[in-house]
C-alpha cells in the first residue's frame, strides 16, 4: 500500500471543467503514476472542488522541488488552486498530550508499534506524572508539566517549548485543560481532540453523566481538530454504542472509553495519511 | 410467542428484598405460569425498582378483576407499587398523525399489515389531504383537519374529538405541527413522536440541515414520548447511519428516512407491548 | 444530483499509467464536465483498473454515438478497455420475480414511488396469485405463471416470453425457484437475487433455521448477482442485526425481513445507477 | 455493580410453573436481596428453562455451603436443576494461550489491568518465544512451550502440567495450534477460543484470505468455547465491520484485528461474570 515512493497532493479549488485533466496529465507527463484519486464538488456550476492524488515518485523526470514548482505554474495557479504535496518518506512528527486516562493514549502507542500508524511520536506531555513508566516503556519521552490555574499561561508557554520545530501533528489524547486561543493559533488545524461525546450533544465537561441524565439510547465519542471555539471544531469522526437503562455513569463510561479509542486512533490515522481537508467548519475526508 | 392468553404487568415501586418472592408467589399460587421477566434497580439501597413480568391467564383460579383487586391488596400495597396489568386479548387502538411524507406512516402501516404491530389502526389524521387514499386503501379512515395558525385551537379541538375515546396510543408520524400543553395534557405518557434527528443535538426545525451544516459523520433518528418541552420527553429508541462530506441535505433526508421508519417502528412495537417504563425524564425499556 | 443529463462510463482494462489522463482529457476536449470518478487497481503493477466516470453531457461537441466510437478509437483500444456508457435519461426496465413473501417487493415498489429508484418497472412475475392487487395498486402490470416441478421448462419459457425485449435488470424479491441455467445464461450478470442470510453462511434452503441451530449471534442478509451456481455469486451487499437467544426462527424471519429489505433496495439502486463493475466472482462496487 | 459481596447462580432446568417462586423464595427466606435477575425459556410448555440470578450474601443467614445444601434439598431436587453457584470474591484464574500476534492478547492484559476484567491471569504459554517481554512487563508469568508436529502430544503434556490445578478459564488468544480432543476433554467449556471469521462461514485456515476471495462486503470475528470438532463449539460472541474491493487480504487483517480483541475481550468478560450458559451447541449469553 503506502511505501516511502508515494507521495499524496491534495488540492482545494473554484470547481470548474478541466481540473482532472490537467492534473491526470501533468503527472503522467512528469513520469508518475497515480495510484490513487478520488475527489468532491460541493456543486459543479459555481461550488467548490477537492481532491486527493496518490502518485508514485520512482520515475518522476523532475526532482521533487522542481516538481512543485512546476505544478503552481503549469496547474495550480491557473485554476487558483490552493494545495500541497506530502511526502510518505517524510514521516510526520506526532507529540500527544494526556492527563491521566491512558486508554486513548495506549491504542494510539499500541497501533504505532503494530506499524499501523505511521509516523515518529517524538514526546508525550501530560499534566500529571502517571503515565511516565508507561509512556518510556515504548522509547518514548514523556515530560510532567504541571498545569495551574495561577500559571497557566507560563506553565503553556514551557509545554510549547517543548513542542517547538518538534511537532507537526499534536494529538489530545484526553488532555483536561482547555488551551488558550494563543496556543491553538500557534498550531492551526493540526490539534485533533477527542471528545467522549457525540458531537454537537453534550459538549463541555462530563458528556457521560450528561448522556446518562439525558436519557439517550446511544453513546458516541467524537474526533475534531481544535478551533478556539471548544468542542466546535470540524469533525473528521465519529461513532456511537448502544446503551440502555441498565447502565451507569460507570459503565457509559467503560463502554465509552472503546469508542474514544477507536474513533481517536482512526481520526490520528486519516491525518498521517493526508486524508483531511479542513473546509469551513467541516472535514472532508477522503477515507480508504 | 404472544398469544390472547398473555398478560403483562408492570411495576415501580421502592427497591427492597423480596419483591421478587412477593410478586412471582403471587401468580404462582393463583394457577399463572410466568413466561418472561424483567427487572431492574437503579440501587438495591434506596434507589427504585421495575419490573416487567409476562405471565398466562389460562389457569387462572380468580377472575381478571379479582385477581387485580387481590394484587393489590396483598402484594402491590405492601411494597407501595405503581402498577397495571395489560391482557394481550385487549388490543390496544392507535391513532397516527401525520403530515405529508409518507415513509413513517407507511412503515406502520405495512407492519401492522403484516402483523408485526398487534394493535387496531382506529384512524389516521392530517392537516393534508394527500395521504387519502394511500391510508384508505389499508381499510383506515382517513381524517383531514387543516391545522391554520389563526385558529390552532379550534382546529386541534376537532382533532381531539376524532380521537375521544377511541386512542390508548397517538403516534405523531412526522406530524409537522407542535402540539399544545393542552392537547398533551390530556394524553400524557401515550403520544410517541418521531424526531429526526439524534436528539439531543438538533432538535427544532430542519435537523437534516442542521446536521449538514455541521458536519456530522453520523445522522440519526430519536422515538420519544412527548412532553411539554418540544424534542426534550423520555426517549425510547434511537439509531444512526454514517454519513460523509458527500453527502447533500437531499441525501440526508433520503438516508433519514430509512433511520425514521425502523426506530418510529420499534417504539410502537414496544409500546404495545407494554415495554416500557416512563421514568422520571427517561424510559426503562424491556427490549425483547 | 443525478440529472437527464449525466452519463456514466465504466471501464475495466490492465492497470497501466496514463489511463487517468488519457479518460479526462478526452472528455475534457468534448467539452464534457466531469462531475464524478472513482477508480481501483487491484496493483498498479500488472494488476486490473478499473473506473467510473460521470460526465455531463449538454456541451458535448460530439452526438453520443460520435462520443462512443472516438471514445473507442483515442482510448479505449489504446489501454485494451471493456467498456461502457450509460445515459441517465434511458431509464433501465426492471422486472420483479416474487414468490409469496411481499416484504422485499414492497419495499423496492414504495422506494421507486418516492422516486428513489430511477427506473421503469415494467411488471411483476409470481409463482403464485397472492399479491395481484398490491402489485397493481402502483399500476405495473402482474403476471402469474405456476411453476409446477413437472413442467418447470415450459413454465419458465412463459417468463422469458413475458420478460423477451423488456427487461434490462431482473430482481428476484424472494423468488423461491430455482432458476435454470438456460434462464440464467439469457440474462448474464443482470439478475440480482436476496439470499436470506450472510453468505457464504447458511447458503441453499430455510437460512434463519439453520441460523438458530447453530446458535449464532449475528443474522444477515445478502444481494448478490445470479450464476449458475446457487447462492454463490458475485456480492454486492450485505448486512447483519444482532439476535440472541431469545429469538425463535420466527422472531429471526422478522428480524430478517428488515435486512433484506434494505439489503436488496441498495443494490438495486446501485445496479441502476451503474455504481458495480463484476470482476471475477467479485462485485467492485463504487458506492455514493 | 460487582462487589465481593455478589454471588451469581445459573440455573438449567426443564420449565414448569412455579420455579421463579421457589428460587426467589428461597433467597428472600435466607436474607439475601437479589440485585439481578435474568430467565429464559425455550417453551413454557415442555421446554427447557434457564436462570442467572445475582444475590448478596452480606445477611444471609446461613454459611456459603450450608446455602448450597439447602438449596439442593429445598429447591434443586424437587425442579431437577442442573445448577452452580459462584461467589464474586473467588476470583477466577485464567491462563492464556498464545502464538505470534499479540493483539488478542494486550488487549485482555490491558482490560485487566484496567480492572474491566476481574480475575487472576496466573500465566501467558506460547509456542514462540517472542512475547515474553511484553508479558511480563505486567508481571505475568510466560512460559514458551515449543509445540512441534513430531511431539505434540509430548508438548501438549507440559503446557498441561503448566495448567494443571491453576486455571478454571483457558483463552485462546490466537493460538495457532489444533488442540487434542483429549487436552479439550481436559478442561470442557472453559476454553474459549477467538476465530478471525463470522463463523460458521470460512472456518479452517486463513480465514481472511477465504473472505477476500468470496468477495463478502462484511467481515467478523466469533468467539467461542472449543469443542472437539474446530471452530463449530457454542458461540458467544460475533461482530462484523465493513469492507470494500478496495481492501486487500493485509487491510482484512488490519481491520479484522480489531473485531478479534472486542469480541474475544466480551466473551472472555461475560464468562467471567458467569453469564453464560452452553445449551447443545449454543452458548445463552446473559449479556449486561
Redesign the interface.
Known amino acids: 500500500?503506502d511505501s516511502d515512493t508515494t507521495a499524496r497532493l491534495l488540492i482545494t479549488c473554484p470547481d470548474r471543467?478541466?481540473i482532472?485533466?490537467a492534473v491526470?496529465?501533468f503527472?503522467?507527463?512528469h513520469g508518475?503514476?497515480?495510484?490513487?484519486?478520488?475527489?468532491?464538488?460541493t456543486d459543479?456550476l459555481g461550488g467548490d472542488f477537492f481532491m486527493r492524488l496518490e502518485f508514485?515518485t520512482p520515475y518522476l523526470d523532475l526532482s521533487k522541488p522542481a516538481l512543485e514548482k512546476a505544478f503552481e505554474e503549469v496547474v495550480a495557479s491557473r485554476f487558483h488552486m490552493n494545495w500541497r504535496i506530502s511526502y510518505a518518506s517524510q514521516i510526520k512528527r506526532v507529540a500527544i498530550l494526556v492527563s491521566k486516562y491512558d486508554?486513548a493514549l495506549?491504542e494510539l502507542l499500541?497501533r504505532w508499534k503494530?506499524g499501523?500508524l505511521r509516523c515518529e511520536i517524538g514526546m508525550v506531555i501530560s499534566n500529571h506524572p502517571d503515565l511516565q513508566e508507561a509512556v518510556e516503556?515504548f522509547g518514548i519521552p514523556y515530560h510532567h508539566v504541571a498545569v495551574r490555574a495561577e500559571s497557566k499561561e507560563e506553565d503553556e508557554r514551557r509545554i510549547l517549548e517543548l513542542l517547538e520545530g518538534k511537532a507537526d501533528l499534536i494529538v489530545l489524547a484526553r488532555y483536561m485543560q482547555i488551551l488558550t486561543p494563543q496556543f491553538i493559533a500557534r498550531y492551526p488545524n493540526v490539534i485533533i481532540n477527542i471528545h467522549h461525546s457525540?458531537?454537537?450533544?453534550?459538549a463541555g465537561a462530563d458528556p457521560y453523566r450528561q448522556a446518562y441524565?439525558?436519557?439517550?439510547?446511544?453513546i458516541?465519542a467524537t474526533a475534531h481538530y481544535v478551533t478556539e471555539e471548544l468542542d466546535a471544531g470540524?469533525?473528521?469522526?465519529?461513532?456511537?454504542a448502544r446503551v440502555?437503562?441498565?447502565?451507569?455513569v460507570?459503565?457509559l463510561k467503560?463502554i465509552g472509553r472503546?469508542l474514544e479509542r477507536?474513533v481517536l486512533a482512526r481520526a490520528v490515522q486519516w491525518h498521517l495519511e493526508d486524508r483531511t481537508i479542513i473546509?469551513g467548519?467541516?472535514?472532508?475526508?477522503f477515507?480508504?
Open positions: 500500500m471543467p478541466g482532472v485533466a491526470s496529465g503527472f503522467y507527463s508518475s503514476n497515480i495510484t490513487a484519486l478520488d475527489q468532491h464538488s459543479p508514485q486508554h495506549m499500541w503494530q499501523q516503556s457525540f458531537l454537537p450533544a453534550f441524565e439525558r436519557g439517550v439510547k446511544l458516541g470540524p469533525i473528521i469522526e465519529q461513532d456511537v440502555s437503562h441498565r447502565h451507569s460507570h459503565d467503560e472503546d477507536k473546509y467548519n467541516k472535514t472532508i475526508v477515507a480508504p
